[in-house]
């Protein structure tokens, strides 16, 4: 039995959780997946998937196996890459995800570890803080930028924090000009409440930080337009009659566009901490280690202060 390959098929199962997705997944037949799962319980000596006609899930002894098949598996491949890199040069695929507030910064910071290490091969994925959380914990993806405050004091998670997230309300503008987009006077959040709006879903924690805000502000708000795609929030107001409340990170995307006036929210001013997370336990990649160097770096550093939160100058 190839232990390895059978941690795979696990993985596998229970990702698809369905024996023929499973063993497609794995190119191989079903008889050939199920054989090795049964070879691997009788190595173990204990249940490690529930059976009827279809699956139906793990034993508890079989969750404690697939957590260590998934850390086995990750330890595997960092030490496939150590034996392959040439005089220790980081190289190889680097699997980052970000909550979708935050995946413009994201892409300047995997576009800059790039242009530093020419062996590493960023994958820049979106997702919601929940998939990027229990993505760090089965090791799916190795390091995320989020919202670092949703972290629980159990979690086997450490954080480097990167910048504070600051929020304006983005309209068409009312005397657009050639020079981009213009920064305007600040607007309080019970005058932003008047406005017609368009904001993230309610399962998005972005919008859970701009709900709250609203009710510090003693104003609750029912916006007129809703959706989960960030691309869709900003061609709204270009294309519409309606405002949107948006982070920093997004604003600095719409830099060039005349058509657009942003307005830093202000009574309150509100802040929510954005910064890299990654698995505790597992012992980090090259890849990893050159990333959570250029995490620390002082030129990375002063360009994600400049695309994001209050919007510095990044000329000087």
Same mark, same amino acid.
């Given at each position: 039995m190839n232990l390895l390959s059978t941690f795979r098929y696990l993985l596998a199962l229970n990702e698809h959780k369905h024996f023929g997705r499973a063993a497609a997944a794995c190119h191989i037949t079903q008889p050939a997946l199920s054989n @090795? /799962? !049964? @070879? &691997?319980? !009788?190595?173990? #000596?204990? $249940?490690? %998937?529930?059976r009827d006609r279809n699956f139906v899930g793990l034993t508890p002894e079989g969750e404690r196996v697939l957590a260590s098949a998934q850390l086995m598996l990750h330890e595997a491949s960092v030490l496939q890459r150590e034996l392959k890199a040439a005089l220790h040069v980081p190289q190889g695929p680097l699997r980052m995800a970000a909550v979708p507030t935050a995946v413009p910064i994201l892409g300047r910071f995997a576009a800059m570890l790039r242009a530093r290490h020419p062996g590493i091969a960023p994958v820049v994925l979106s997702m919601s803080s929940q998939a990027l959380e229990q993505g760090l914990e089965d090791m799916s993806i190795e390091l995320a930028l989020g919202y670092t405050a949703r972290m629980k004091p159990a979690s086997r998670l450490n954080a480097l924090a990167q910048y504070t997230e600051h929020y304006f309300l983005l309209r068409r503008s009312t005397a657009p000009q050639t020079a981009g987009l213009q920064i305007g006077a600040s607007l309080s959040w019970p005058e932003a409440a008047r406005l017609p709006l368009c904001l993230l879903t309610s399962e998005m924690h972005n919008r859970t930080v701009v709900d709250a805000a609203f009710a510090s502000a003693g104003v609750a708000v029912t916006p007129a337009m809703?959706?989960? =795609? *960030?691309?869709?929030?900003? +061609?709204?107001? $270009?294309?519409? #009659? %309606?405002? =949107? %409340? &948006?982070?920093?990170? &997004? %604003? =600095?995307?719409?830099? #060039?566009?005349? +058509? /657009?006036?942003? /307005?830093?929210?202000?009574?309150? $001013? $509100?802040?929510?901490? *954005?910064?890299?997370?990654? !698995?505790? @336990?597992a012992r980090p990649s090259r890849a990893l280690e050159a990333a959570l160097t250029l995490a620390n770096d002082d030129a990375w550093r002063r360009q994600a202060a400049a695309h994001s939160g209050l919007l510095i100058d990044d000329s000087a």
């Open positions: @090795a /799962l !049964r @070879a &691997l319980e !009788r190595e173990f #000596d204990v $249940v490690i %998937v529930k809703e959706t989960n =795609s *960030i691309l869709t929030l900003i +061609l709204s107001v $270009v294309a519409g #009659d %309606v405002c =949107s %409340v &948006l982070p920093g990170a &997004l %604003v =600095s995307t719409a830099r #060039d566009n005349p +058509l /657009l006036e942003a /307005l830093p929210m202000c009574d309150p $001013v $509100v802040g929510t901490p *954005i910064g890299f997370m990654f !698995r505790a @336990a």
